[in-house]
T-cell receptor
Framework: EDQVTQSPEALRLQEGESSSLNCSYTVSGLRGLFWYRQDPGKGPEFLFTLYSAGEEKEKERLKATLTKKESFLHITAPKPEDSATYLCAVQAWGGSQGNLIFGKGTKLSVKP | NAGVTQTPKFQVLKTGQSMTLQCAQDMNHNSMYWYRQDPGMGLRLIYYSASEGTTDKGEVPNGYNVSRLNKREFSLRLESAAPSQTSVYFC?????????????FGSGTQLSVL
């Protein structure tokens, strides 16, 4: 069964304190792994797509990496505006279109 | 730049009542989706429409129906609402022409069924 597990469930950081969020996945064949950001009361906002092990993508203070079993979202010198819930999702080959398997998310709080 | 627009934002229903959630996108995307998000669970796909005129079931379709009215609009209908359908509902769209699902989400509808 395809599944995605994110850890930790919640993470509190001080402004400037770098850390990483983890997304472990089990999927029959990975077509793509996605990271989204979700602010309270809003829909998820796309951040990155990763397709193969070893791939990395960056956007401002965020860097996503991918191995054959997990993905990390590294946050460097975070700011309070980075506070949000970060969602990881996988798409499997052969799965129905749009049927991303989402994790439960990591709620990140960055204190000034 | 509106993106994906959902209405209503909030709704309270009594068990057995019906309602339709509306969704429209202005990005000329071919594919549209309905997800639900429950506390302690990941987003789950209810129905999707790969292109105008087609719809297919997702992971949790029971109790719902959909209509792809045109390329822009995709509605979700609850014929007889149940408390188990209390959730936040998100509509999304994607180009889906490269095979990857970069989804653009609306801001959601918070539905309570009493």
């Amino acid at each position: 069964e395809d599944q995605v597990t994110q850890s930790p469930e919640a993470l509190r950081l001080q402004e400037g304190e770098s850390s990483s969020l983890n997304c472990s996945y089990t999927v029959s064949g990975l077509r793509g792994l996605f990271w989204y950001r979700q602010d309270p009361g809003k829909g998820p906002e796309f951040l990155f797509t990763l397709y193969s092990a070893g791939e990395e993508k960056e956007k401002e203070r965020l860097k996503a990496t991918l191995t054959k079993k997990e993905s990390f979202l590294h946050i460097t010198a975070p700011k309070p505006e980075d506070s949000a819930t970060y969602l990881c999702a996988v798409q499997a080959w052969g799965g129905s279109q749009g049927n991303l398997i989402f994790g439960k998310g990591t709620k990140l709080s960055v204190k000034p | 730049n509106a993106g994906v627009t959902q209405t209503p934002k909030f709704q309270v229903l009594k068990t057995g009542q019906s309602m339709t959630l509306q969704c429209a996108q202005d990005m000329n995307h071919n594919s549209m989706y309905w997800y639900r998000q429950d506390p302690g669970m990941g987003l789950r796909l209810i129905y999707y429409s790969a292109s105008e005129g087609t719809t297919d079931k997702g992971e949790v379709p029971n109790g719902y129906n959909v209509s792809r009215l045109n390329k822009r609009e995709f509605s979700l209908r609850l014929e007889s609402a149940a408390p188990s359908q209390t959730s936040v509902y998100f509509c999304a769209s994607s180009e889906a022409n490269k095979g990857d699902e970069k989804l653009f989400f609306g801001s959601g509808t918070q539905l309570s069924v009493l």
